[in-house]
């Protein structure tokens, strides 16, 4: 029997690899999970072999929530409509107070067996999201949480009840970053020792413009002893020529999905985002919060929310030339990462994951009492 004043919360992810939408939900359940019933459904077959998927679910299992997988097979029509059924018994059953869905394919299967339309919140994570016309259709007169303003300012529906919850992330001590030794990856990478390392993260796909970095690194990098470090999983929207084009240069080192981003995270000199649009980026919260100089993307999310940051360089136009020189001026900076720690502290705070999962809970009590 649930306890009462307790919230009986679902959360629906298609699947556990790495990505913006998945980490979040992740740092977001840490909280959550602490004073609420939360379960958390997988709509996808996992790859337990995939060793960030394995950590992931690892992170969750230690967690006190329920985790159910539905082993969706993609592009399988009858595994689509096994995964629907499942998820109508599993909903029918529990009876969730609120079930929040995260990226397309969630709101898409969850809408078509949804028997409570009211209970249903879609999580924006894009500027703007990709849903089709059905998608759209269905979802309609969905309630939503905006990941930021400029999430609101693409997607934004009038007629509905939505609510601006900007992603936060767990704050990290300053003393962490004294056990992390830079020489790790140097010598993984088989590089110099006064390498210089410039971090970019998230997915192979078009979103991310990793092709503006190849030129970038062509112009003016090559043979230089700053090296461009790449981690992220395969898009299913990815060209594969990106991954030709990366083995063309020495200083370019994809390294797929990694389990160990956070490390690579507090050792990198720079953190560098190339995107051509984003919802607010979990990578470069994490980046900011660890005291890492960024340089990013001239596009209105990243202006919005970092411009202000102490150590972020944003360039005025979409040019490899001021990306260059913004890289290199925070490479020569040489900041101090607990100092830039230290200076970011109000912002550190306003983006604390306590702020965020406080958000969403009372927002789902005050959706819960709308309709009841």
């Known amino acids: 029997m649930k306890k009462k004043n307790i919230v009986k919360i679902c959360q629906i992810i298609p699947n556990l690899k790495a990505g913006g939408a998945q980490i979040f939900l992740y740092y977001l359940s840490t909280e959550m999970s602490k004073n609420s019933d939360l379960t958390l459904i997988v ?30 097979i993609s592009l399988d029509y009858i595994s689509f409509i096994k995964c629907a059924i499942k998820l109508r018994n599993v909903i029918k059953k ?20 949804r028997a409570n339309r009211k209970s249903h919140i879609i999580t924006v994570h894009n500027a703007p999201e990709n849903l089709n016309y059905i998608n759209k259709y269905l979802n309609k ?3 939503r949480v905006y990941c930021s303003t400029n999430a609101y300012k693409f997607n934004k529906k009038t007629n509905i009840i939505s609510r601006v919850i900007e992603n936060g992330v767990p704050i990290n001590s300053v003393n962490d970053l004294k056990i992390f030794n830079k020489n790790i990856i140097l010598e993984e990478l088989e590089i110099s020792i006064d390498s210089k390392i410039i971090l970019s ?11 503006f970095l190849v030129n970038l690194v062509k112009e003016y990098f090559e043979g230089t002893n700053c090296h461009f470090i790449i981690c992220g999983g395969l898009a299913d929207d990815i060209n594969f020529k990106n991954l030709d084009e990366f083995k063309k240069y020495k200083n370019i080192h994809f390294l797929g999905q990694r389990n160990d981003v956070p490390y690579l995270t507090k050792i990198a000199d720079v ?5 051509i649009f984003e919802g607010l980026p979990i990578a470069v919260l994490e980046a900011v919060f660890n005291g890492v100089p960024c340089v990013l993307s001239p596009i209105d999310t990243h202006i919005d929310v970092f411009k202000t940051v102490k150590g972020i360089a944003i360039p005025s136009v979409f040019n490899i030339d001021h990306f260059k020189t913004e890289i290199l001026k925070m490479i020569e900076s040489s900041f101090n990462k607990a100092d830039l720690i230290e200076e970011r502290e109000d912002f550190i705070n306003k983006y604390d994951i306590n702020n965020t999962a406080s958000a969403y809970l009372n927002f789902y009590r005050e959706l819960i009492q709308s309709y009841g």
Request: hydrophobic share 40%; with cysteine; proline share 1%.
């Open 201 to 211: 993260v998230g997915a192979i796909r078009k979103q991310k413009n990793y092709m």
């Open 141 to 143: 007169n969905t309630s």
């Open 43 to 72: 709509l996808d077959e996992v790859d337990f072999n995939d060793n960030f998927t394995k950590s992931l679910k690892q992170k969750f299992d230690a967690l006190n929530l329920r985790m159910i997988y539905l082993n969706r």
């Open 94 to 113: 529990e009876q969730f107070d609120i079930v929040n869905t995260h990226l397309p394919i969630s709101h898409f299967i969850y809408s078509i067996i």
């Open 271 to 275: 953190f560098l985002s190339c995107s």
